[in-house]
């Protein structure tokens, strides 16, 4: 049985910077195929993939939004992987949740996601 578990939500000001953390626990060494994907949610807004990671290669996905402005990374044998996030905005605010997948899929498609963690609260005030 995998989790996930992340850490680093929080509230900060507009332009300020705040990492997430994505640990995959159980028993797996994570593929070169998987991928750790970063998703928000905000009030009243459908689930939308932010940014994802292939874990072997470390090729990198970005929604438009937020491209220029948030990092995903990797560490490899850690079965972890993270979500910097610097000049944030209002909207970027929302619960940002980790997911792995194991299977062949679109990035950035929660419906390609197998295996999900719980959420952390980010919040961006202006």
């Known amino acids: 049985q995998l989790q996930l578990v992340e850490s680093g939500g929080g509230s900060v000001q507009e332009g300020e910077s705040l990492r997430l953390n994505c640990v995959v626990s159980g028993d797996l060494a994570l593929p070169g195929r998987a991928y750790i994907g970063w998703f928000r949610q905000g009030p009243g807004t459908e689930r939308e993939g932010v940014a994802a990671i292939r874990y072997g290669d470390g090729t990198t996905f970005y929604t438009d939004s937020v491209t220029g402005r948030f990092a995903i990374r990797r560490i490899l044998g850690k079965n972890t992987g993270y979500l910097q996030m610097n000049s944030l905005k209002p909207e970027d605010s929302g619960i940002y949740t980790c997911?792995?997948?194991?299977?062949?899929?679109?990035?950035?498609?929660?419906?390609?996601?197998?295996?999900w963690g719980r959420g952390t609260q980010v919040t961006v005030s202006s």
């Open positions: 997911a792995l997948s194991l299977e062949p899929g679109g990035p950035l498609r929660p419906s390609d996601y197998q295996y």
